[in-house]
């Protein structure tokens, strides 16, 4: 077949990472041994090709990826094919009902799963360049309302409560918005059969994280209905949900479940397909930049959670545990590196951010970027823990608390969002 310059070709794959039971669970803070499997996790791939460029997404079913796994990755992919590693974008969709992949509390980091699912991704990455055909594109997007909430409730003594609600007579009002865009890039054969698709979402999957289920939560649900549906691959690209969650408070934080949060947004996705319109091509670029962020000035208060508005979940000794680690970590080693990268798709700019980042954040990258149109790929390329606002700091809450998962400075949100709009304007 004649595949004339700048012809899109695509392929996707994906590939079973589910552990066995008995594998040491992250998410909760504290030690949990998974005894269950409810469904299967899996990592994906998608490698778009046009122009002479290429682009390639590696979506897990995980709580994150760390920054040496995706090294690791890009290395081994680089060795394998010759895929150029500033062209990977590595995710996690937040899951956390999965494996160890890192350390958090008592949560011990699982190093065998870790080399098992590095090897199924280059394994994975393998099948999808071998699926590489010509294919066509379309985007499209709509708005949901119902899976989301921001999950911080501020107080009347100004100070935010994480997972409160306004059955609390204290309970004041939203400390922020939501991201309600769904976003979907879909992928076909000319005319015909899917080949695959991204959907970009903000929001927490916690489902299952609490108890010894494995699950890849509701990003796994929206996966398998749209496989029912003839999408033989959806990569779930989890935006800026630091402060997101499908505990509703309006509702005394009520969660109506993986199920119907997948199912919400598999319809949404379903009505996005009707709309699309296709191209042969797509103009792809991408560009990345490493920064150092600081981390915060550590006050006593922080280090024994007694700082204003702060909030331990879980067992406060689990913090006291790990926090003197921490604090020598800190101020030995002063900032901590994280890697911005935006990948260009014609008008799309996909802005990869290695932390929980909130959505208030998202939000203003998608707006300073008019006319590119922005999204956000949280829990991308590493980790660097939880990017609150400078209110959210004022105003505490678990997001804030200082921990493993929270030790960045204010600035840091500022600063990432700088990175990437400097990158996204870059790009002629």
């Known amino acids: 077949m004649h ?41 994906r791939v998608a490698v778009l090709e046009s122009g002479g460029q290429r682009l390639a997404f590696i979506q897990v079913d995980t709580l994150s990826i760390r920054w040496t796994q995706v090294s690791d990755m890009r290395r081994r992919l680089a060795a394998a094919f010759g895929f150029p590693p500033d062209r990977i974008m590595v995710c996690a969709t937040h899951n956390h009902a999965g494996p160890a992949v890192t350390g958090s509390g008592d949560a011990l980091r699982d190093d065998t799963y870790l080399e098992t699912l590095v090897q199924r991704v280059v394994a994975c990455f393998g099948d999808a360049l071998a699926r590489l055909e010509i294919a066509e594109a379309g985007f499209g997007l709509t708005h949901e309302w119902n899976v989301a909430h ?63 289920t494995l699950s890849a939560g509701f990003p796994g649900v929206l996966a398998q209905a749209l496989k029912s549906a003839g999408c033989p691959a959806t990569l779930f690209l989890n935006g800026a949900a630091g402060n997101m969650h499908t505990a509703n408070p309006s509702k005394g934080g009520e969660d109506p479940g993986m199920e119907a949060a997948g199912a919400a947004l598999a319809k949404d996705v379903q009505a996005i397909w009707a709309q699309l319109t296709w191209r042969s091509s797509l103009r792809l670029s991408s560009a990345s930049r490493t920064i150092e962020l600081p981390f915060r000035a550590i006050t006593d208060d922080e280090i024994r959670g007694t700082a204003r508005g702060a909030q331990r979940f879980v067992d406060p000794r689990v913090y006291d545990k790990v926090i003197p680690a921490l604090v020598a970590k800190i101020r030995k080693q002063r900032t901590n590196l994280a890697e911005v990268q935006v990948f260009f798709l014609d008008e799309l700019a996909l802005v990869g951010i290695p932390a929980e ?37 004022a105003r505490g809450g678990y997001e804030t608390t200082f921990s493993r998962s929270s030790k960045l400075a204010p600035e840091a949100g500022d600063m990432l969002a700088q990175a990437a709009l400097t990158l996204i304007r870059s790009e002629p």
């Open 357 to 393: 980042y909130f959505v208030e954040y998202g939000l203003q990258v998608k707006e300073a970027a008019h006319p590119r149109h922005a999204l956000i790929v949280g829990y991308a390329n590493g980790m660097v823990g939880y990017v609150p606002t400078r209110a959210a700091f």
């Open 150 to 212: 921001n999950r911080r409730v501020v107080m009347r003594d100004g100070t935010a409560r994480t997972h409160g609600t306004f059955k609390d007579p204290d309970a004041l009002c939203y400390e922020g918005p939501i991201d309600p865009e769904v976003a979907v890039l879909g992928v076909r054969k000319p005319g015909g059969a899917w080949i695959g698709c991204l959907v970009n979402f903000a929001c927490h999957a916690t489902h299952g994280g609490g108890d010894g």
């Open 3 to 43: 595949d004339p310059a700048g012809t899109l070709r695509a392929g996707f794959a994906e590939i079973e990472i589910t552990p066995p039971p008995g594998t040491c669970k992250v998410g909760w803070v504290k030690r949990i041994y998974s005894d269950r499997v409810l469904d299967p996790l899996f990592a």
